[in-house]
């Protein structure tokens, strides 16, 4: 599987570590760039050398970009599955792993970094104070994945926009940012010409079967609303999320709202101290899901962690999962 997926984000052309020529970043000398990110407008005065980012989707961001010459190192527990044998490996062989667990400011500033790309609940995080305003008074600037972008529907709610688009959004400012727009284009082209393979032969209506994901948690599921990955890679896969309600990316909810809901097929997100293996075992025995049709049909499918937040392996994602929905009938 994994090398299915070397492959296909091998197309793009302009990804790294795939033979493909691609054009230089910009020279960090160059004049100040002013990026649109969360709805605010932010200025940068010269090009990153010493990027820090902070876990799997973003540090890959970085790399399918080929930016791994402007990184200073990277922050990732190493619960996120198998990095041997991914498209990136040359960049993770590169770059210096900084923690296994997040960024702080300790190892930020010990790593001289000049620019911090991390997200809400994704290194960002106000009960540690490692927050993009107090980067700033360390004068170190940052740059916040739009997945994760707060939205003031509630203090912690995020997500501004549909998670495709979030995804294109941060590409596209990278891109501009670093000076390598051509190549940042290039990747968002070959990414939605294999998502729009997957739409054309996806079922209609009815037909769509209906998907819950199922990240963590015993007694309340940690799931996705519609503002997070698995929202948009589970529609493009020809599914129907069924939390698609809840307006907010990462969240709880309650296990009755999972039964009345009557998922066709459980998503795990593989990751974490409990395996993949371990997680559907719990779902099949845990009595108030006996009834759930996934569960009675033992429709549940396992994704990675990394396929399912904003990262460069969402595409891929999209494909697998809709050779499988393809196989399994929706409600009628």
């Known amino acids: ?43 940068y ?8 980012t902070n ?17 200073a190192g990277f922050a990732m527990p190493d619960d996120k ?21 997040q960024l702080t400011k300790e190892n930020v ?3 001289r970094a000049d620019l911090v790309f991390a997200g809400w609940n994704y290194g960002f995080r106000e009960d540690s104070g490692f927050t993009p305003d107090a980067l700033k008074k360390l004068g170190i600037p940052s740059y ?9 529907r509630t203090k912690s709610s995020r997500g501004i926009m549909p998670p495709l688009d979030a995804l294109y959004a941060d590409l596209t400012n990278l891109g501009k940012l670093f000076g390598v727009e051509k190549r940042a284009a290039a990747l968002i082209d070959d990414f939605r ?67 009345k809901r009557d998922p066709d097929v459980i998503v795990i997100c593989d990751y974490g101290d409990a395996s993949a293996e371990q997680k559907k075992n719990f779902l099949l025995s845990y009595a108030p899901l006996r009834g759930v049709a996934a569960v009675k049909h033992r429709r549940i499918f396992v994704v990675d962690y990394a396929d399912l937040v ?23």
Request: net charge neutral; with cysteine.
């Open 144 to 152: 916040i994945l739009t997945e994760s972008c707060r939205n003031g």
């Open 109 to 111: 500033l010990d790593a």
């Open 310 to 332: 904003e990262s460069p392996r969402n595409p891929s994602a999209i494909a697998r999962l809709g050779a499988y929905l393809r196989t399994v009938p929706g409600k009628r």
């Open 45 to 52: 005065d010269k090009v990153p050398e010493r990027v820090v």
């Open 81 to 101: 599955g198998d990095l041997s044998n991914v498209p990136w490996k040359d960049g993770y062989d590169k770059v210096k792993w900084l923690s296994k667990d």
């Open 193 to 259: 010409k294999q998502i729009a393979d997957v739409r054309a032969k996806a079922p209609d209506g009815a037909e769509r079967p209906s998907v819950f994901l199922y990240d963590s948690g015993q007694d309340t599921p940690f799931t996705s609303g519609r503002y997070a990955a698995p929202e948009q890679i589970i529609t493009e896969a020809g599914g129907v999320n069924v939390m698609h309600d809840v307006a907010d990316s990462w969240t709880t909810v309650g296990w009755e709202s999972v039964v």
């Open 55 to 71: 876990d799997v989707g973003i540090t890959e961001l970085m790399f399918a970009l080929g930016l791994e010459d402007r990184m």
């Open 1 to 43: 599987m994994r090398k299915l997926l070397a492959a296909a984000l091998c197309l793009a052309a302009t990804a790294t570590g795939c033979g493909a020529t691609v054009e230089p970043s910009r020279d960090a000398k160059s004049s100040a760039v002013t990026l649109t990110n969360c709805g605010r407008k932010v200025t």
